[in-house]
Antibody, heavy 116, light 113 residues
């Protein structure tokens, strides 16, 4: 069974940093593109970033370019999102998602709150 | 960037009746090499992550009830629930995963009339 477990969320002040992690199991992690998707409270889904199987390609939504960095460690079956210069509008549940031509499979999410 | 637009934003349907949600993409999401539309539908209930219902615009995910169906190609897509059940109350999203930035529709909130 595919499992994706996010961690690392919490309360952070504007301008601060946070690193999210996603532990994957139940599938061959190194064979899949992986994604981060976020959802602000009461709002819709917003794709944030994705990374190729070997980490050689990374793509970001414009609003996080230069502030967020996606990375992965295939030996640890883990996906990461380093978030710097956080803003109030980054407040959201952040989901880790496995990408396939069949669509996305999602973790449960971790809440990030940016507030003073 | 591809923009996804769903209609309606809110939908109220009686139990046992048909529910239809539309999704339009600003560009085609048909991948010519395999003739597949990279369009998915998700269901999200409160406090839960999205759940994949339909991929390639019309292929039902394993375990999804057959009252859910998807149709369309190119830029215009539809999710149909043939006979609404109480457990289908949720927000439904379409998503294009043809090219980054991947985009979601704004969501359609489905309720019981």
């Amino acid at each position: 069974e595919v499992q994706l477990v996010e961690s690392g969320g919490g309360l952070v002040q504007p301008g601060g940093s946070l690193r999210l992690s996603c532990a994957a199991s139940g599938f061959t992690f190194s064979s899949y593109w992986m994604n981060w998707v976020r959802q602000a409270p009461g709002k819709g889904l917003e794709w944030v970033a994705n990374i190729k199987q070997d980490g050689s390609e990374k793509y970001y939504v414009d609003s996080v370019k230069g502030r967020f960095t996606i990375s992965r460690d295939n030996a640890k079956n883990s996906l990461y999102l380093q978030m710097n210069s956080l803003r109030a509008e980054d407040t959201a549940v952040y989901y880790c998602a496995r990408e396939h031509s069949y669509g996305f499979v999602w973790g449960q999410g971790t809440l990030v709150t940016v507030s003073s | 960037d591809i923009v996804m637009t769903q209609s309606p934003d809110f939908l109220a349907v009686s139990l046992g009746e048909r529910a239809t949600i539309n999704c339009k993409s600003s560009q085609s999401v048909l991948y010519s090499s395999n003739n597949k539309n990279y369009l998915a539908w998700y269901q999200q209930k409160p406090g839960q992550p999205p759940k994949l219902l339909i991929y390639w615009a019309s292929t039902r995910e394993s375990g999804v009830p057959d009252r859910f169906s998807g149709s369309g190609s190119g830029t215009d897509f539809t999710l149909t629930i043939s006979s609404l059940q109480a457990e289908d109350v949720a927000v439904y999203y379409c998503q294009q995963y043809y090219t980054t930035p991947y985009a979601f529709g704004q969501g359609t909130k489905l309720e019981i009339k």
